[in-house]
C-alpha cells in the first residue's frame, strides 16, 4: 500500500502554493528523552499513588493510534520500532510511515534530577540506522525495507562556533551514511537551549537563516524530507515558506497546554505556510488520544476551526463519561503568544463562543463488556449494527477528505 506521507509529499511538490495536503505526525519517541516518566501518568491512583504508565502500556496506545489510521506518521524510539515494525508488522498494508528518532543530543537527556540539558548541547546518536532498517547490524541489501525507513534528525545551535561546528559535522556523518544505505530524514531544528546566546527578538530569525543556510550545500539526494521546527508565529512561518516553497515546514507541539492551545497552534501554522505537525505531549496527554488526533485531522483538513474542534471534544469526552483536565471555558484559554504578528500574550476565546455548549459527537471505540453468567436461557441477541468500514484515506483526495468529513459531522451534529 502506498504510504500517504510519500503521496502528500509528492503532490506538495507538484503544486507547493496550491496543494492542501497536510502532514500529521504523533510522535511517541518521548522514551528518548524522559526514560521511565515518557509514557505518561497512569489515569489510576494505585494505593492512593500517582504512578507512571508502563512501557508496554505506552506501546499499546501506539498500536491504537497505528490502527486507528488517521495520522501520516508514528515516530518512535528504535527499541520501540524493532517490536511494533519488524517484529509485529503492524505497518505493512497501513499508509501509516514508521519513522524513528536517529539521534539524541544531550538537550533532550531528561532524567530525574538531571542537568546535562541545561548545558549547549553536543550532538549524540545512540540508535543504529542498521537497527532501525533491519534490527541488526550490516543489514543485507533486501532486508532495509523491513524496518524504519525514515528517521528524525535533530539539531541545535547556541551560536558556538565549536559546538555548532561540531553538531554540523555529525549531521554531515549522518547524511553521508543515510544517503547510502537509503534512509531518509526529517529535519528537526530546536530554538537554542541556552538563554541569552541570541537576542529573544531574532530567535525566529536565526532559526530560519541557519535552516537556509544549512541546507544550501545539500544536495536533493541528501536532503531532508520536511522539516520540524518551533512553530515562532505568522511572519517567520511566512518568511521561510515564501523563501523556498519547495522547503515542507513542520511544527513541533511542545509542551501539554490547553486542548485550544493544541488545536489553535495546528490552524494557524497551517494557515500561514506549514505543511506538517509532529505533537507528541499534546496527544500523550490528552483525555482520549484517539478522539484528540482526529480532531487534529479534522483542523488540518480545515473541516472545522480550532474552536469547533475544542467544543465538539469536550462533547464527545462528555459522551464517553471522561472527565477532561480543564473545564470548557478553561480549555478554551490560549496561553501561547505566537498566534499573532504581534505576539501579545496569552488570549482567551470570546465569552460568545465559550458559552456555546458542547454537543457534538463521535464514534470512538469503547471495549465491549462480556456477558455475565445466567441461570435461565438468555433471549437471542438481536444482530449486532454493522460497524461502518473506514474509508482509505490514503487513497482520498482533498476534496473526498474534506466531502466525508462534512457528511460524517452533519450526521452527528444534526
Known amino acids: 500500500m502506498q504510504k500517504s506521507?510519500?503521496?502528500?509529499?509528492?503532490?506538495?511538490?507538484?503544486?507547493?502554493?496550491?496543494?492542501?495536503?497536510?502532514?500529521l505526525a504523533d510522535a511517541k519517541d518521548a522514551d528518548m528523552a524522559f526514560g521511565i516518566g515518557a509514557p505518561g501518568l497512569s489515569p489510576e491512583r494505585h494505593d492512593g499513588e500517582l504512578r507512571y504508565k508502563?512501557?508496554?502500556?505506552?506501546?499499546?496506545?501506539?498500536?491504537?493510534?497505528?490502527?486507528?489510521?488517521?495520522?501520516?506518521?508514528?515516530?518512535?524510539?528504535?527499541?520501540?520500532?524493532?517490536v511494533l515494525t519488524l517484529q509485529e508488522g503492524l505497518f505493512e498494508g497501513s499508509h501509516v510511515t514508521p519513522a524513528t528518532r536517529a539521534n539524541d543530543a544531550t538537550d533532550v537527556h531528561l532524567p530525574r534530577g538531571g542537568v546535562i540539558h541545561q548545558a549547549s548541547a553536543r550532538p549524540f546518536r545512540s540508535a543504529l540506522i542498521d537497527h532501525?532498517?533491519?534490527?541488526?547490524?550490516?543489514?543485507?541489501?533486501?532486508?532495509?525495507?523491513?524496518?524504519?525507513?525514515?528517521?528524525?534528525?535533530?539539531l541545535t545551535f547556541n551560536n558556538d562556533i565549536d559546538r555548532d561546528l561540531d553538531t554540523l559535522h555529525r549531521y554531515n556523518e549522518f547524511r553521508e551514511e543515510a544517503e547510502r544505505k537509503g534512509f531518509r530524514h526529517f529535519m528537526e531544528v530546536f530554538d537554542p537551549n541556552i538563554a541569552g546566546c541570541v537576542s529573544p527578538d531574532l530567535v525566529p530569525k536565526f532559526i530560519n537563516d541557519l535552516i537556509a543556510r544549512t541546507l544550501a550545500g545539500v544536495a536533493y539526494a541528501g536532503r531532508p524530507v520536511f522539516l520540524k521546527i518551533v512553530y515562532h508565529g505568522p511572519q517567520a512561518m511566512e518568511e521561510l515558506v515564501r523563501?523556498?516553497?519547495?522547503?515542507?515546514?513542520?511544527?513541533?507541539?511542545?509542551?501539554?497546554?490547553?486542548?485550544?492551545d493544541a488545536f489553535k497552534l495546528l490552524g494557524e501554522a497551517r494557515k500561514y505556510g506549514a505543511r506538517a505537525a509532529l505533537f507528541g505531549r499534546k496527544i500523550n496527554s490528552a483525555e482520549n488520544q484517539l478522539a484528540f488526533i482526529e480532531f487534529l485531522r479534522l483542523i488540518a483538513d480545515?473541516?472545522?476551526?480550532?474552536?469547533?474542534?475544542?467544543?465538539?471534544?469536550h462533547g464527545v469526552l462528555e459522551k464517553l463519561g471522561v472527565k477532561p483536565h480543564r473545564s470548557l471555558e478553561d480549555d478554551m484559554v490560549l496561553q501561547t503568544n505566537v498566534m499573532s504578528y504581534g505576539g501579545t500574550g496569552a488570549v482567551a476565546v470570546p465569552a460568545a463562543i465559550q458559552s456555546e455548549p458542547a454537543t457534538a459527537t463521535m464514534q470512538v471505540e469503547q471495549p465491549v463488556a462480556k456477558p455475565t453468567a445466567t441461570a435461565t436461557p438468555a433471549k437471542p441477541a438481536a444482530p449486532a449494527p454493522k460497524t461502518p468500514e473506514r474509508p482509505n484515506f490514503a487513497k482520498m483526495s482533498p476534496a473526498e477528505r474534506l466531502a466525508y468529513h462534512r457528511e460524517r459531522l452533519k450526521k452527528s451534529l444534526g
Open 5 to 23: 506521507l510519500d503521496r502528500k509529499i509528492a503532490a506538495i511538490h507538484a503544486d507547493p502554493s496550491g496543494c492542501r495536503e497536510f502532514i
Open 54 to 82: 508502563t512501557l508496554a502500556e505506552y506501546r499499546e496506545q501506539i498500536r491504537q493510534v497505528i490502527r486507528q489510521g488517521i495520522v501520516d506518521i508514528v515516530l518512535m524510539s528504535t527499541s520501540t520500532s524493532d
Open 132 to 154: 532501525m532498517q533491519c534490527g541488526h547490524v550490516d543489514c543485507a541489501p533486501t532486508e532495509r525495507s523491513r524496518g524504519s525507513n525514515l528517521g528524525l534528525y535533530s
Open 243 to 260: 523563501y523556498d516553497p519547495h522547503l515542507v515546514v513542520g511544527i513541533l507541539g511542545g509542551g501539554a497546554g490547553t486542548t485550544y
Open 302 to 313: 480545515e473541516v472545522l476551526t480550532p474552536e469547533e474542534a475544542v467544543r465538539a471534544y
